[in-house]
């Protein structure tokens, strides 16, 4: 029986904004936000790339048009030799524009959160910050939420979008699930642009492999240039793979301590007009940001069955808070997107009485997501060995291998980064059909 009204969804990132106008426009509902962080914290972030998977979900979110003016167009990857040679130049919007309308956008994280706080406004969504989740009950028909100023909040539905260190996940739905490290960490930096561009390269993405890691910048709005340098770092002496937060403050500080003298290491070993501007981008960088890689491991629950057939479960995970993926495959916030939408047609489905209850909701969506989900981890992860420390020797032996490859991968329909073409052409509203 249909039983749903007002949605609770923890978290007011990019996935929780974006389920909350869903679900208002689209299946009209009543959702409300809670935020554990604050208005100004909670947007922060780097710059994020949004394949054409991704931005077809924005637009049927209704918010291209408000995106747009704060992204920018990219048309290419261009892969440096350390020598300061074009290895290769890889076209990666073409052909997903020709085939689904979209390309490949670069857009900084604050400015999306905005436009989608934006877009929250227009169904007069309520967002509650300064809110931090202490327990969660679930009663058949409806679930309580609790939290640590002594608030609580009850509803049909609940959904976690609270990201990687969910409160959701830990609390109620998966407690054993916790983040692993992946060995991988990056620095990086918002700046502005150094030198004049020529106007094609302003859509270009720009990279180069080191024996010490990943070199790469990406343009931004406002003639600002994303870098950042993605290499491998042990876990901090005492640390465990689970501690995820804490165990990193002394860590970061000496990082961003020393990472001008290490960066200056590694451009050392580049050369040419690209290791020249480089150099100029990292000399002209004030805020510099360290931030390790983490992802979720595969397999965990993403809500909780109920205990007889006379109940529906009520709270189900999405986005980062269910599959967290490490960023090297580029696809994070796509992926949240997609659950969005694939919910919501699912959740319209249940309205219209084709599932009898909410429990087989929740089923459809686990089984047609994880495969998804297992293919772009199973991508990140060899991507992000490319960051790992090596000899100059398999650097240069790595340039002429791809080289190669990547040749051989536009034959056979690949993208520069080893995401298929038909990652990037999927259309998750087809698996509702």
């Known amino acids: 029986m249909y039983d749903l009204d007002k949605v609770i969804i923890i978290g007011g990132g990019p996935t929780g ?19 554990l962080r604050d208005p100004d914290t909670a947007g922060i972030g780097g710059s994020l790339g949004i394949p054409a998977n991704g931005l077809r979900c924005l637009h049927r ?91 609580s909040d009850t509803a049909s539905l609940l959904l976690g979008c609270d990201g990687m260190h969910s409160a959701v996940r830990t609390l109620h739905v998966d407690a054993g699930i916790t983040p692993v490290y992946s060995g991988i960490a990056a620095i990086s930096s918002i700046v502005d642009d150094v030198i004049d561009r020529d106007p094609k390269d302003a859509g270009c993405l720009h990279s180069t492999i080191t024996p010490h890691g990943m070199l790469a910048t990406a343009p931004c709005a406002a003639k600002q240039v994303f870098w950042f340098f993605s290499k491998e770092v042990p876990l901090p002496t005492g640390s465990s793979s689970a501690d995820v937060r804490d165990g990193w403050s002394l860590h970061r500080q000496k990082e961003l301590a020393d990472c001008r003298s290490s960066l200056a290491t590694v451009l050392d070993c580049v050369h040419g007009k690209w290791g020249q501007y480089l150099r100029q981008l990292v000399d002209t960088s004030r805020d510099l940001h360290f931030y390790p890689h983490y992802r979720l491991p595969l397999g965990g629950r993403w809500f909780v069955p109920s205990a007889t057939p006379q109940e529906s479960p009520r709270v189900l995970l999405m986005g980062d ?68 420390n090596q000899s100059p020797w398999a650097v240069w032996f790595k340039e002429w291998y791809m080289w190669i490859m990547l040749h051989v991968n536009r034959f056979w329909g690949m993208s520069m980064s080893g995401v298929l073409n038909g990652d990037i052409l999927y259309d998750v509203e087809t698996e509702l059909k």
């Open 17 to 35: 904004l974006a389920a909350a106008i869903r679900l208002a426009q689209h299946n009209k509902l009543s959702p409300v936000i809670y935020e």
């Open 61 to 151: 979110l209704g918010l291209w048009d408000t995106i747009l003016p704060h992204s920018v167009d990219i048309t290419t990857t261009v892969l440096h030799s350390t020598s300061g040679s074009v290895l290769s130049e890889v076209d990666v919007s073409t052909e997903a524009k020709q085939k689904t309308g979209f390309g490949y956008l670069r857009i900084n994280r604050v400015d999306l959160v905005e436009c989608l706080r934006d877009g929250t406004q227009k169904y007069q969504i309520p967002i509650h910050y300064n809110k931090q989740v202490t327990g969660i009950e679930e009663h058949g028909d409806s679930v309580t939420v609790t939290f640590s100023d002594g608030t």
């Open 321 to 388: 808070a269910a599959h967290a993926v490490q960023p090297h495959a580029g696809q994070g916030v796509s992926l949240a997107f997609e659950d969005v939408l694939l919910f919501s047609g699912l959740l319209e489905k249940y309205q219209a009485g084709d599932y009898t209850d909410l429990g087989e909701v929740f089923d459809r969506f686990d089984v047609i997501r994880r495969p998804r989900i297992q293919r772009i981890n199973e991508v990140a992860l060899h991507n992000g060995r490319m960051r790992r």
